[in-house]
């Protein structure tokens, strides 16, 4: 008799689970990584000579409420990308490069080919974003979540040289706006969607509006990456004042974060073409624009702020790196604080 497994917790289970990780993880693995998945920590050797001033910085997140769709539609392959795309682009602000990232899944009771996907998906993660995946933690906690549910959420650490780090002390009235564009919804926005959905009468099977894909499929795309593409046009030394990641708050809440004392931006609504996702929750909501930019991202993933002079050039040179780009708005004197302008 086994009595913790009579409990609810499957030792054997668990070691088959970390068994995959680590076959996983290997994918994701960079030469300064010391040690081995399955360890009780891990190792990473900085390189000096491309870091000489190092600054170490961290972000974590999880994936939210979008957990409720993959567990609706049994498709878990996907939300593991979200969750390394969340702590990522975090990072990436201040024009971190990802070094290696940490997940923590918990469940009720786990089943070793969803766990199996769900890390599946933060390796192919890790892999877009070139950290390597060093380790993390599944937790098998019975009665603490329903059946056939979990949580994931992520760490991820990064290293950028002090005198390049971008912090938005140099944004200045007259900067541009730069918006890049997002795959949908991203991770963020879905306890109200899926209010939508269940009150239009939509399945997850049903075809989105609109789309040639499911309800759950639309929904489901995972989180864009930028980190390859803004870190090579770094690289470049083309001039970026500011960045942001466009998450829980919209455009509204994420931009001001980014700015100093004195200015404000204002967005041009015209600007980019609103994704059909994105119209459709428009009009089921009933929302303002504005009053909608404060919970999704309105099709505009990430914001860099660069001045009028190089905007041309960071916009070219984003576009050659595979990124939509779109001029949204500009930098004006204010209060820290994000307007639309039709």
């Not at 070691?15 to 009780?40: C, D, H, M, W």
């Not at 990473?44 to 972000?59: H, I, K, M, N, Y």
């Not at 059909?276 to 990430?302: C, D, H, T």
Request: net charge negative; aromatic share 8%.
């Amino acid at each position: 008799m086994d009595l913790y497994k009579d409990a609810g917790v499957d030792i054997a289970a668990g070691n088959e689970a970390a068994s995959r990780y680590k076959a996983l993880s290997q994918r994701t693995k960079r030469p300064e990584v010391l040690g081995q998945i399955g360890g009780f920590a891990s190792g990473f050797a900085l390189d000096l000579t491309r870091f000489p001033e190092p600054v170490l910085v961290s972000g974590t997140d999880g994936v939210g409420t979008k957990l409720k769709v993959a567990f609706a539609a049994d498709k878990h392959d996907t939300i593991g990308i979200d969750c390394v795309a969340m702590c990522v682009n975090d990072i990436l602000t201040i024009g971190a490069e990802p070094l290696y990232f940490l997940d923590y899944l918990a469940t009720g009771k786990l089943d070793v080919d969803v766990a199996e996907a769900v890390v599946a998906g933060i390796a192919a993660g890790c892999e877009m974003a070139g950290a390597a995946l060093v380790g993390g933690e599944t937790a098998e906690m019975p009665g603490m979540y329903a059946g056939g549910e979990y949580d994931v959420a992520g760490f991820a650490v990064g290293v950028v040289n002090r005198s390049q780090m971008i912090d938005g002390a140099n944004v200045r009235p007259g900067d541009v706006v730069l918006g890049l564009a997002s795959t949908g919804p991203h991770s963020n926005g879905y306890s109200l969607v899926r209010k939508l959905v269940t009150d239009a009468g939509l399945q997850w099977t049903d075809p989105f509006p609109g789309e040639n894909e499911t309800v759950a499929e639309t929904l489901l795309r995972p989180t864009r990456i930028y980190v390859r593409s803004i870190l090579s046009l770094l690289e470049r030394r083309l001039p970026v004042h500011a960045m942001a990641h466009i998450t829980g708050g919209g455009l509204n809440e994420n931009i001001p974060r980014v700015l100093p004392g004195g200015t404000a931006v204002e967005i041009d609504r015209n600007a980019w073409p609103l994704p059909n996702v994105f119209q459709w929750l428009l009009g089921r909501s009933g929302m303002a624009f504005p009053e909608a930019a404060r919970v999704w991202n309105m099709g505009i993933g990430y914001v860099l702020v660069v001045p009028e002079g190089e905007a041309y050039a960071v916009t070219t040179a984003l576009t050659e790196l595979g990124e939509t780009v779109y001029r949204i708005g500009r930098v004006v004197e204010g209060d820290q604080v994000v307007t639309f302008t039709e």
